[in-house]
Antibody, heavy 117, light 108 residues
Framework: HLQASGSVLANPSGTLSLTCTVS????????WNWIRQPPGKGLEWIGS???????NYNPSLKPRVTLSINTWKTQFSLELTSVTAADTALYYC?????????????WGQGSLVTVSS | EVVMTQSPGTLSVHPQDRATLSCTAS??????LAWYQQKPGQPPRLLIYDTSIRATDIPARFSGSRSGTEFTLAIDSLQTDDPAVYYCQQYDDWSPITFGQGTRLEIK
């Protein structure tokens, strides 16, 4: 089970922060992903982090994205800086059973973040 | 970046008929392709991975295949529960992982 929480509203040029809490799975296995979906649109992969902290980012977002993981708290987090209205989206956290580029086998419900002043 | 192109944009099929959805990769991705089903208000649900392996609890009505860089999701005996948006996703390369734009499946 995955549950995202964090920023619901972010200011333009500010920072969006989300945390995904993992239950019923060992965060030390697999890799952990963030994917977003603007309202009424398709899916965009943001990045992945392994339990050892190894990260891979979408090049289009890489300058603004940081993923981190806290195995003690069974949480992993997303920080997106310099946000604009184009970053308004439903943000999903999801697991991958493989550490290599992979499909996402379990998804959280998503957390809607709106960028607006 | 690997571009994934899905067709058609919308597909309307009679109940109990077969639906065929396509996804074409802009370059060779091997068999590193997954399919997801997304219903309104829900997160995507994994259907198929590695081109043709059904995920846990996915019925045999769903099947995946590949011909070169063209991938197909077939749904046999369409049920009233099947209308949704279906996405393909390639994971051959990290830079970046990409999704198709989706096919909306409707029942006639």
């Amino acid at each position: 089970h995955l549950q995202a929480s964090g920023s619901v509203l972010a200011n333009p040029s500010g920072t969006l922060s989300l945390t995904c809490t993992v239950s019923g799975a060992d965060i030390r296995d697999s890799s952990w992903n963030w994917i977003r979906q603007p309202p009424g649109k398709g899916l965009e992969w943001i990045g992945s982090i392994s339990h050892t902290g190894n990260t891979n980012y979408n090049p289009s977002l890489k300058p603004r994205v940081t993923l981190s993981i806290n195995t003690w708290k069974t949480q992993f987090s997303l920080e997106l800086t310099s946000v604009t209205a184009a970053d308004t989206a439903l943000y999903y956290c999801a697991t991958s059973l493989r550490s290599s580029p992979s499909y996402m086998d379990t998804w959280g419900q998503g957390s809607l973040v709106t960028v607006s002043s | 970046e690997v571009v994934m192109t899905q067709s058609p944009g919308t597909l309307s099929v009679h109940p109990q008929d077969r639906a065929t959805l396509s996804c074409t990769a802009s370059q060779d991705i091997g068999s590193n392709l997954a399919w997801y089903q997304q219903k309104p208000g829900q997160p995507p649900r994994l259907l198929i991975y590695d081109t043709s392996i059904r995920a846990t609890d996915i019925p045999a009505r769903f099947s995946g295949s590949r011909s070169g860089t063209e991938f197909t999701l077939a749904i046999d005996s369409l049920q009233t529960d099947d209308p949704a948006v279906y996405y393909c996703q390639q994971y051959d390369d990290w830079s970046p992982i990409t999704f198709g734009q989706g096919t909306r499946l409707e029942i006639k």
